[in-house]
């Protein structure tokens, strides 16, 4: 009885002391790095590790409504032509063998700066998908930002919003489950019905629109939480999330109440953008204190961050032609970079204009050729999902 007594007493002292420690570091203890495999916090802490997607089996996608709230109309001839197939077989086939290429190319320059290089598992993304709510053809793996939400020890499962990609997450199970096996912490957000009524009717977005982007311009309804992870962008403590045609406010909100008791802030940012989707041609922190802004898409709370001391630079006019065969994005790829460290940044190589701007806030151009893979939907940043970074849970905003 006494031994039990002195051993209750012990450990709860032990617990008060524990307590007191990690009030003084951190209101949240973020789990323990040594045991997760899975562990980063922001854009720039030093990378070791990265999920790199695959071309493998990738397919043009259908455009539903809600594609066509997020691709341009100059592009939607081209794309109702080939929906379903694969790119391999609508891709000029030089174009495609460069595409594979630069791919191969871009394992071997991660190696050589140390990262770690792993890869989500295809499936068969021609078969026809279907739920009970809808049918569509599928799109690919190939870009990882688009999933997975990487917070910490912490891997997030996106709902995803374009029905074709509805059942990407198939892709990542295996390696998810690696990394939840060896520690990881493994979380899937609410998967949608994505009914129509997810969808509003007749639904038309307007390519002139100077207005800033939300719930009234969305395709969206709010009857279900969406998102998709690449509408979000991680500073430490503050994450800043893109309403835009495939994240509602509910889902950002889902991702706000998840992340809260970690002690991080989800702000929603609006931008002018008729057509958002994914934050990451228009918005990105290569290290605190730094912003670079898209010149075409202002922002309504960029004055949050000027507020916090952090520069905000506007980034210069991409210099990849505009008729390149972006088959699914804009040109603003140029932006969709990553750090691999504060000091460093692989950046597409023909993108100068962007190069000489990292260059005059003291960043170091690491120069990647990848172009022909921007032409499946996605730059670097969006090929890519940075799982391991070293470095802690900081406040980088008071
Ligand atoms: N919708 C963006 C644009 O056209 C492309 C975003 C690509 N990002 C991504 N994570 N897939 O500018």
Redesign the pocket.
Known sequence: MLTKIARSLHDQISINVVNKLSARLCSYTPGNKKHSPVWAWNEWDPLEEIVLGLPDMACCPEILPEAKA???ENKFDFLLKHKGKYWKDVIEPEHYKIMLDEHKNFIKILQGEGVKVVHPEPIDFAKTLCTPNFTAHGVDCA?P??FLLIVGNEMIESTMTWRSRYFEFMCYKKLIKDYWSRGAKWTAAPKPMCKETLFKENYRADEDSTAFFDEKTSILTEEEPVF?A?DFIRCGRDIFAHVSQVSNNAGIEWVRRHLAPKGIRVHSMNFVDP????I???LFTPRPGLAITCPERPCLQIGMLKKAGWDVVVAPYPDIAKNFP?Y??????SL?VVMLDENRVLVEKDEIGIQKLFEKCGITPVKVPFKHCFSI???I??WTSDVRRRGDLQNYFD
């Open positions: 997020c691709i341009s870009m930002r688009d998709d690449a057509k958002p989707m994914h990451d041609t228009t972006y699914i994005s804009s040109q603003w790829l969709n939907g996605g730059g940043h969006c």
